[in-house]
């Protein structure tokens, strides 16, 4: 994931958020289940296409550790956001912290 621009820790979180040994998680139960990687990314200093080229990245990534650690590549799609939609304004580094994000939801919902 380093690749992708990802900020160390992240293979951390990702194991302990999405993949935890619960037998009862999401992913695990319902193998049918589809789902979606959202990257988002805005930063002060770049551009958007360039915002848009690390989103990408980042999303298949997450896809690319996901099958790694046993999710059916099948299950899942991956979507690359750029500047294009804020959770909140962009001016203060917490503001772009909470912009910059990798979110998974359900397919087709």
Sequence with gaps: MAAADNKPGDHRYLHSAILPTR?????????NLGIIVESHKFSTNGNAENDLEITKKRANAVVDWLVAHGVTAGRLQSKALGRTKPLTENDTPIEIQRNERIALSKAGS
Aim: glycine share 0%.
């Design 23 to 31: 037998p009862d998680h999401p992913l695990k139960e319902n193998p």
